[in-house]
């Protein structure tokens, strides 16, 4: 059989035992047949460790990115991973290839400096500035994903125990402490601004709009945009990003980690280890600054 038959008779395979989409299909395909083409001619199930090892370095050389050549290099792994199972081959070249590192993108953050021109930028004179403000000081105290901020409602907060109870990821429940300052504003933005944004309507989403309706978050991320062009921020915000700086913070400030994986609503502490990554960044920044010898 042609390696274009031993690659089609592959993804005929895979797409009966698994159903995966036409584009993965299509990914495999292309990987399969540019690794073919490297070969000239030698055939694809004759192929061992060593050609493979060559191949990644030849891939390294061209420039090809570290997720690329990962991406090239699954595919490559269940082509002979099939063949193997289907008696073809008796070892799989790629068993003892590591695949490429992938370092995961550090999130962005802010300085404490930005932050505080973040959270001053609403106009709290006027009733939705003063809901803006609210909503930006609950983020940054609480470190909830916008998801969990926009879908508060009146009974998820308790003002005597100073606690917010949020619904996260997997429908799992977390009290969050919410600070005295974050906690001022939310009761400065329910006794006045709720009431002024909503006039005779009902709506039992926290934090509203003039439709008398919910925060959605795609709302929200546009007024981070614009109050971070207000205060001069010059960073590409995301709505995470006050997520990020709540997390980053505790951290420099001596947090322990699993206390930050608690309040994040973290299942898996390797996600919370993202932020001590940006915590020690920088921390080495500050010292290359202000130490004599950084």
Known sequence: MTDDGLIDQFLDAVWVEQGLSEN???????DLRIFAKWLAGKPLLDVDNGQLSFFLAFLYKKGISNRTSARMLSSL???YGYYIRENRITADPTALIDSPYIGRPLPTS???NDVDLLLAAPEVAHALGLRDKAMLEMLYATGLRVSELVGLKFEH????QGVVRVTGKGG????VPV???AMSWLDTYM???RKAILGERQCNTLFVTNRAAGMTRQAFWHLIKRYAKKAGIGKELSPHTLRHAFATHLLNHGADLRVVQLLLGHSDLSTTQIYTHVATARLKDLHAK???RG
């Open 24 to 30: 993965t299909l299509s990914a495999y395909r292309s």
């Open 77 to 79: 792994r269940r082509f």
């Open 110 to 112: 802010l300085s404490e």
């Open 157 to 160: 907060i308790s003002f005597r």
């Open 172 to 175: 799992k429940d977390r009290l």
């Open 179 to 181: 600070g005295e300052e």
């Open 191 to 193: 006794g006045q601004a």
């Open 290 to 292: 202000f130490h004599p």
